[in-house]
């Protein structure tokens, strides 16, 4: 069984066009992340969502808009999509958001976006 | 803000020596301290953390770390290299954001070579 399962695994598609990735974990984690990677493999971290909620935003534009149905599931939508969003997005998922822990993230394989 | 630095993008070790990849490390606070591995086309696996107590942390795959608190450093080692173990290592280090939530701040990564 998939810990972190994201769908699509590649996504090809045209400048303006918008886009969904789907993320669903099944370890029964609280918390879930979208990271980007870029062509020279720097992973940032974009959002965090904890039992649904907001938590992370990071500088980044309003065309992408996180969606989190149920702790389990954590959504990116782009809309028109640049050139420059081509990357890698890697949906990921911890227990806990805070506090002593160190929480560790598990990480899905990542889907590959390509924008021509 | 934290920060991760890897000062060495490639590391080249011939197999069944010893081999070390750098990171050294920046947050405010006690450091919780990452080590993940990125294979080709796959997402990152965790290899090993440190919190408190030893300064010598194990791992998987037979990989340790040695936190120095007075160099701010966080190396990861093994003593016997493998050419399995060729990939992408990634050091890391969680600190909070402005709303009290773990933030993972990833370093830019070193590849790892072994040469058989």
């Known amino acids: 069984d998939t810990a972190v399962s994201q769908t699509p695994k590649y996504l090809v598609t045209q400048m303006g066009n918008d886009k969904s990735i789907k993320c669903e974990q099944n370890l029964g984690h609280d918390t879930m992340y979208w990271y980007k990677q870029d062509s020279k493999k720097f992973l940032k971290i974009m959002f965090s969502?904890?039992?649904?909620?907001?938590?992370i935003n990071e500088t980044v534009p309003n065309r992408f808009s996180p969606k989190s149905p149920d702790k389990a599931h954590l959504n990116l939508h782009i809309n028109s999509l640049e050139l420059g969003d081509s990357a890698v997005y890697f949906c990921?998922?911890?227990?806990?958001?805070?506090?002593?822990?160190?929480?560790?993230?598990?990480f899905g394989a990542g889907s590959r976006l390509t924008v021509l | 803000a934290q920060s991760v630095a890897q000062p060495e993008d490639q590391v080249n070790v011939a197999e069944g020596n010893p081999l070390t990849v750098k990171c050294t490390y920046s947050v405010s606070g006690n450091p919780y301290l990452f080590w993940y591995v990125q294979y080709p086309n796959r997402g990152l696996q965790f290899l090993l953390k440190y919190i408190t107590g030893d300064n010598l942390v194990k791992g998987s795959y037979g990989f340790e770390a040695e936190f120095n608190k007075s160099q701010t450093s966080f190396h990861l080692k093994k003593p016997s290299a493998l050419v399995s173990d060729s990939a992408l290592y990634f050091c890391?280090?969680?600190?909070?954001?402005?709303?009290?939530?773990?933030?993972?701040?990833f370093g830019t990564g070193t590849k790892l070579q072994v040469i058989p």
């Open positions: 890391a280090v969680r600190g909070m954001n402005s709303g009290g939530y773990q933030k993972v701040t």
């Open positions: 990921a998922s911890s227990q806990g958001t805070g506090g002593s822990g160190a929480n560790v993230l598990t």
């Open positions: 969502y904890n039992n649904k909620e907001l938590i």
